[in-house]
DNA sequence: CAGTATCCCTAGAGATACTG
DNA sequence: CAGTATCTCTAGGGATACTG
């Protein structure tokens, strides 16, 4: 199989072919693809939550990963956040319409994933 | 806003909206989310390059995480190495069928971290 | 229910030095 | 040039206990 050159094309400040350290995309690539961020953002994609059901979706997530992840996506701005003062506490968690936008390009890698993790990881053609 | 529902769908197997813990998809999305797995992939989205250009374009990458990330890129059939028996050494990589697929993928996904970036950290509409 | 607050702990990242 | 081999270190993550 030769070397080929993906028709989907970078932006062009990476013409050049560099990623810089210091480029705020960086960050938010760190964000957006960690291990939690993409199955919180995931689960989302499916409507707005509970605390609890995100909880149990994301299997195997800590209350303190939860928190964290969940802090950082609405300080980006693609998590919205709201609170009901009742008792006991009800918060629910949606994604907003840029979080929305993501979403929509995190579920086709997620399925790509999904659908490949057999034959990536048992080696068959 | 309201919450939405994202059109694209998840596997079918992710129906019930639980992410499982020791499903092998999360295995994988973690070797193609990684911090230098995406710029990895992403820079030989470009074509075919060698070790020290790769070294050049992941900005930061020390020698021991990109020997590391491109041997994983390797066993999981996404990187092509091709080793030359000259003196001095001379090995090139690229993208495989499989790693070309999923690069399609992931390019639309840093274009938009790419584009979002400012607006995500600088926190304006 | 929806979180904090702590403590603990090691896997993973970086730096450096060396080599075929 | 294209890597390995070590060493070091800390910050990320888990577990547990507690609270408005």
Redesign the pocket.
Known sequence: MEAQTSPARLPADFADGVFPAGCPSRTVLDHIT???GVLILLALSEGEQ????L?RRAE?????????T??TLERDGLVL?K?QPV???????SLTERGYELSGLLVPLVSWAYNNADEILNGQR
């Open positions: 960690s291990k939690w509970r605390w609890s059901e909880r195997g997530i800590s209350e303190k990963m939860l928190a964290q969940l802090k956040r609170s008792i006991p506490p009800r918060v629910d968690y």
